[in-house]
Structure formats: C-alpha cells, structure tokens
C-alpha cells in the first residue's frame, strides 16, 4: 500500500492525470481518490484541508500502464479552487 496526494487549481468537471514514478501503478492496480478543499491560513503553507461550500465529487479513477493515474472530477464551483487529491494504491 501507499499513499500520495496531489494539489490542483481547479473547477467544473475534467479529467486530472496523475503521473507517478515507475512502477507504483499500473492497469491492475486498486486505487482510492478523495478529495477536499485547501486554503492557506496567514503565515502558513497551502495545505489546511477544509470543507467548503463547493460540492466535489470523483467520477472515475482509471489506473494505467503508463505510470499515470486518470481521474474524472467535479468541483462545482464558479473559479477554480486549491483542492487537494488524497490517493491510496493497494497492491
């Protein structure tokens, strides 16, 4: 098992690829994504997780041979917003 996030700057519904080093996934292997919003609090990194008013949601997590992780998001949102991908891959 491992465990990796991702942060991405986004709204609407897209197809985010996740490219990880070789050999950590590939078309057999079982992945979990969440998601959740992050904000920066004053002095602080970008990377406080919070709930907000926008509704997220994973659609599809396609895992590939080609080192890449495909995920199918929606954050239904008028602007793009900090989001963090929170992935575990059980192999």
Same mark, same amino acid.
């Given at each position: 098992?491992? #465990?990796?996030?991702?942060? +991405? &700057?986004?709204?609407? $519904?897209?197809?985010?690829?996740?490219?990880?080093?070789?050999? /950590?996934?590939?078309?057999?292997? &079982? /992945?979990?994504?969440?998601?959740?919003?992050?904000?920066?609090?004053?002095?602080?990194?970008? !990377?406080?997780?919070?709930?907000? !008013?926008? $509704?997220? $949601?994973? &659609?599809?997590?396609?895992?590939?041979?080609?080192? &890449? #992780?495909? /995920?199918? +998001?929606?954050? !239904?949102?008028?602007?793009?917003?900090?989001?963090?991908?929170? +992935? $575990?891959? #059980?192999?």
């Amino acid at each position: 098992m491992s #465990l990796w996030t991702a942060d +991405i &700057h986004r709204n609407g $519904t897209f197809d985010q690829f996740i490219n990880f080093p070789s050999g /950590v996934i590939n078309r057999h292997s &079982h /992945v979990l994504v969440s998601i959740c919003e992050i904000s920066q609090p004053a002095g602080e990194p970008l !990377d406080f997780p919070f709930i907000g !008013d926008a $509704t997220m $949601t994973i &659609h599809n997590i396609c895992p590939r041979d080609d080192n &890449h #992780l495909q /995920v199918r +998001i929606s954050i !239904d949102w008028d602007s793009p917003l900090n989001c963090r991908l929170w +992935i $575990t891959i #059980l192999d």
